[in-house]
């Protein structure tokens, strides 16, 4: 046995590292934590958890996953569940976080999890793992869902929004480096999306000098090409959804640039693309010499004002498009992010996405194609999975195999008819139990 007895196995992928090296980070840290031992793989397997049950006595077996990966996620704990000996199982405790467990803990309870969180979980966690690791009542850690008697979901309230300022955003430690989070949390209400679900409306900023502290170190490390996640780029450090704090972001890419040995820094890229009511020449005139990259994301979701209005974007076609311009005028390519099969779209409506898609590629943007998938906790969660219509299936696939849309958008269409299937068929699935295969 290691002196440790406890462990905590983040079983992470290339998709969803970007939120846990926070949390990895954060226990880390944690002097209340020292007892416990972190294990960080990817792709855990049965016969994994099976060897690490020699070294430890309890594990902590801890997911994070979207709506697209339910069916790898229900496959491996039915695997785990069936596998793994009465005593393994019993030993083992399964926890849950992200955008999915956040907004469906129902189905991921189901799923054989004892546990989902909610929301951003740096404070939860390690009040969660203190609590187990001293064998205190781990169910009145905070914002925690949980099934009583196998059928009623229960839950705690969520803990306040914490301070960016207060945790880490790389793990120096397990080299875990991903684009910098610079901003959490939107003020707009996109039906759509999950962003608001997960972080609330509140938006909050890491500081200017924090980051530049930070690249600082990474220079010094050979990370040399920063990016950056943001649900809006050109909001960084503004107090509310629409405006634009230009001293805020000139301060932060002033600092980085001027940092000696600094090469690319990439700023209105993904992950963190822009806004449209945010764009203006003066600002893109002033960062074009600090930023490396000359594409800049940019969300415009339907060419239909009517759909626009229903998925309330905040935005109409036209202030979409001039703000696009914009970005063309002054030497960038933007790359615009469209959803086909929203709900409420009919033929028409996804006839002028189409229309306003050949206008942007004839003006040299490069569109890329998304599938609406319902997500849960979104306003759209209840929404009827709708297939793409044929007559704009065949013109999106004529523009693609141009090479005028990005995205596997093919893909995506039966990651979303797969998932919105699981989501109807787990409402009937009695969860999985420790006592079923034993
Ligand atoms: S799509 Fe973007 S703007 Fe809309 S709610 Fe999500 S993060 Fe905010």
Redesign the pocket.
């Known amino acids: 046995m290691s002196t440790n007895s406890v462990a905590i196995v983040f079983d992470i992928r290339k998709k969803n590292f970007y939120s846990l090296t926070s949390l990895i980070a954060t226990i880390d840290g944690d002097t209340n934590l020292k007892a416990l031992d972190q294990i960080i793989t990817g792709d855990l397997s049965s016969n994994d958890i099976k060897s690490l049950l020699k070294k430890y006595t309890k594990l902590i077996i801890a997911y994070s996953f979207r709506t697209s990966q339910l069916e790898e996620i229900y496959t491996k704990m039915k695997t785990f569940y069936s596998s793994l000996s009465t005593d393994e199982i019993h030993r083992v405790t399964f926890i849950a976080g992200g955008s999915h467990p956040t907004g469906d803990p129902l189905t991921t309870l189901k799923f054989g999890f004892d546990f989902s969180f909610i929301g951003e979980a740096e404070y939860s966690l390690p009040f969660f793992l203190k609590s187990f690791l001293e064998k205190e009542d781990i169910y009145e850690t905070p914002g925690i869902t949980f099934l009583e008697n196998e059928i009623s979901l229960s839950s705690t309230s969520r803990p306040l929004p914490i301070n960016l300022d207060d945790y880490p955003f790389l793990s120096k430690k397990r080299k875990l480096y991903p684009p910098l989070e610079i901003t959490r949390g939107?003020?707009?209400?996109?039906a759509?999306?999950?962003?608001?679900m997960l972080f609330k409306h509140r938006i909050r900023h890491r500081s200017p000098e924090i980051i530049i502290e930070l690249v600082k170190w990474m220079v010094t490390e050979k990370l040399n090409d920063i990016r950056f996640i943001t649900?809006?780029s050109f909001g960084y450090m503004s107090k509310s959804?629409r405006s634009v704090n230009q001293e805020g972001i000139m301060h932060l890419l002033e600092g980085i640039r001027s940092i000696k040995g600094i090469r690319n820094i990439f700023y209105g890229t993904f992950p963190g693309?822009v806004?449209p009511e945010t764009v203006s020449e003066e600002l893109l005139t002033k960062i074009k010499p600090l930023i490396t990259n000359r594409r800049i994301s940019i969300?415009l979701q339907s060419g239909s004002n009517k759909v626009l209005r229903e998925i309330r974007?905040?935005h109409t076609v036209e202030e979409a498009v001039s703000a696009i311009d914009i970005l063309l005028a002054s030497g960038f390519t933007p790359i615009v992010d469209i959803i086909v099969g929203l709900p409420g779209a009919t033929e028409d409506d996804e006839e002028q996405t189409i229309q306003v898609i050949e206008d942007l590629v004839q003006k040299q943007a490069i569109i890329r194609a998304h599938v609406f998938m319902p997500l849960p906790g979104t306003a759209l969660e209840d929404s009827i999975y709708q297939p793409i219509f044929p007559e704009i299936r065949k013109k999106l696939g004529r523009l693609s195999t141009i090479g005028k849309i990005e995205g596997n958008w093919n893909q995506q269409e039966l990651y979303a008819k797969r998932a919105w299937e699981m989501i109807q068929d787990m409402q009937s699935v009695s969860p999985l139990s420790r006592e079923d295969n034993h």
């Open positions: 939107c003020g707009f209400a996109c759509f999306c999950q962003v608001p649900p809006n959804a693309e806004r969300g974007r905040g």
